[in-house]
């Protein structure tokens, strides 16, 4: 075949010149092609072998064809960093998680995906299943890219009393919400590349059609135009969308899913805008511990995260069905580690849950990551919350009870006192990850038995010197992650670091809870107001684990390390 296809162009085109080719050929407009229009004649030898070449390329290539995994899905989720208990394709890339939906019993998690490779491009819906959390079940691609463009991050609702009118026999459709992005107007310099959509389905989100109208909303002139957040504002009746329109966060209404009106703006002199805002949510909670309610409004940007590249802040404050007021003016992070973005919650949950999930990733290096035939991750799914503390608000983050469902073999300590090192690995009898580590520690201002150490955490390591630690620095009062020493080779000047949270705890213990994976590891400290996300590749897994105190000593009044069961060994029923 290739023998024919190649001859067959080499005689058809003998002698030809290229301006011919260019104008009948159906492959003419390839870059390689345009180069050679520039000459008037060329010989016809050299480009006999051109042209064979490249039929040769484009028949074994693979190109726009998904990336293949080994058929056995377990085989495949053991690859090298792989995630054991978090989200991660089955191939192909990832980044923000889309259209996060509950319904009839199922989570539906929709992410931004590239099915054709692990690099971002080609931006369509994958989707994954579950009746857990914990345990998923990859579905086809939901969304694929069209003539309006490709499909961008987005929301879904499940249409309750059938106001769009998309619902078949008495069902209430799923109405998902996603931007399109035109890739030729970009790339002509059109301001109006982004526009929003819809797709609906009937059967319980297996399969998406889109609806004939879209887009449902045009681009106004405006470059960065998207991620549309749809939610249900029961005192009003109506529908509500986000859109992050460059640097604030604009507010729609709709009586059906399908005509939108716009209402007002939020964020011009609020928050960081060191970076586009993207990926917006609002909902409401109730502070802990009393009977107020607010309204907390998730906007992730980039760049300006705390500890550089993308993050997600957050604002405190009220809305009415028409707009969003707060007085914070400095922002708030969600994640005060490297690897949290374009996080937002799941709608419809059951009992008014608040569930947050993110990208385990950055874009400062995201694509690089030494991973074999995927690339990004989700962060372990945390149920949010609300404290107040003096007179600010802050939102904490905790991983959700689901997690029951993967625990094993408990491994538990108390009261020692930590000098210089203390290995408490060898004492397993299960690997180091994944793994859920519970540690509460002596939070005391005096000690009258030893010293006051000036730093004090645990350290993962391996044989190899690498490691990452998390510490917190009583002089300084912050906690950190740091991994300057995490990976085995270097494929960004971007990703070793030191990354801190301030915090100074006033309760007499400070509790520590880390969710460690293959190539992550997920903080959170003093009533799950203090949360850090970090990722690391060692070059072989980390297999020790040391409690440490620096210049002085600490207390370690409780231990708690679980085993943490593959959510690919055991799939769900």
């Not at 579950?130 to 890219?145: E, G, I, N, R």
């Amino acid at each position: 075949l290739f023998i024919f296809r190649t001859s067959y162009v080499y005689h058809f085109f003998h002698g030809a010149k290229i301006s011919v080719f260019s104008k009948h050929f159906p492959f003419g407009n390839l870059p390689f092609l345009k180069y050679l229009s520039s000459y008037q004649t060329f010989n016809m030898e050299k480009f006999f072998c051109l042209i064979a070449a490249f039929l040769l390329f484009t028949g074994c290539s693979g190109k726009n064809k998904p990336i293949k995994s080994p058929a056995n899905e377990k085989v495949t989720m053991q690859e090298q960093y792989r995630p054991q208990i978090h989200f991660t394709p089955l191939s192909g890339w990832m980044n923000d998680p889309n259209g996060m939906v509950y319904h009839d019993g199922e989570y539906h998690l929709f992410y931004q995906h590239n099915p054709f490779g692990k690099q971002w491009g080609n931006m369509s819906w994958g989707h994954a299943i579950s009746t857990d959390l914990m345990h998923w079940k990859h579905q086809p691609v939901a969304l694929s890219p069209d003539s309006l463009g490709y499909i961008f991050s987005g929301s879904a609702v499940v249409d309750r009393n059938n106001t769009s009118g998309l619902g078949v026999d008495g069902q209430s459709p799923l109405v998902a919400f996603f931007t399109y992005h035109n890739m030729d107007i970009e790339k002509n310099g059109g301001a109006n590349m982004q526009t929003q959509g819809l797709a609906f389905s009937n059967d319980k989100g297996r399969t998406w059609i889109k609806y004939d109208g879209n887009p449902v909303i045009e681009n106004p002139g405006i470059r960065d135009f998207r991620d549309p957040k749809v939610f249900r504002h029961e005192k009003s009746g109506q529908w509500i969308m986000l859109l992050a329109a460059g640097q604030v966060i604009q507010f729609w209404v709709s009586p059906n899913c399908l005509d939108w009106t716009y209402l007002s703006e939020f964020g011009k002199d609020a928050g960081n805008h060191d970076g586009v805002w993207e990926c917006p949510d609002l909902f409401p909670l109730r502070v802990r511990n009393t009977g107020e309610n607010k309204w907390v409004l998730i906007v992730n940007v980039n760049p300006g995260g705390p500890a550089g590249g993308s993050a997600a802040q957050y604002f405190v404050g009220g809305f009415d069905g028409k707009k969003f007021t707060s007085d914070q003016k400095m922002p708030q992070w969600v994640d005060y580690g490297k690897d949290n973005y374009a996080g937002v919650t799941w709608s419809n949950t059951p009992d008014n849950r608040r569930i947050f999930l993110g990208w385990m990733n950055n874009w400062q290096y995201a694509g690089k990551e030494p991973t074999l035939t995927w690339s990004g991750a989700a962060t372990f799914p945390r149920e949010l919350g609300l404290v107040k503390d003096s007179s600010t608000y802050l939102l904490t983050s905790t991983p959700v009870n689901e997690i029951n469902a993967i625990r094993g073999k408990t491994f538990h300590t108390k009261q020692l006192t930590i000098e210089e090192t203390l290995s408490i690995s060898d004492s397993l009898p299960f690997r180091v990850s994944p793994l859920e580590i519970k540690l509460i520690f002596d939070n005391s201002n005096t000690n009258r038995e030893e010293s006051n150490s000036e730093k004090y955490g645990i350290c993962l390591k391996n044989r190899k010197g690498e490691y990452i630690s998390v510490g917190y620095n009583r002089m300084e009062k912050f906690f950190y992650i740091d991994r300057t020493n995490a990976t085995g080779a270097t494929f960004s000047d971007k990703f070793a670091g030191i990354h801190n949270m301030p915090c100074e705890p006033k309760e007499p213990t400070v509790d520590w809870h880390l969710i460690i994976d293959e190539c992550s590891l997920e903080f959170f400290a003093a009533g799950y107001r203090v949360v850090m996300t970090d990722v690391f590749y060692p070059s072989e897994p980390f297999d020790t684990i040391e409690l440490f105190a620096r210049n002085g000593a600490v207390k370690l009044v409780d231990a708690c390390l679980t085993e943490l069961i593959s959510v690919w060994n055991q799939p769900q029923e």
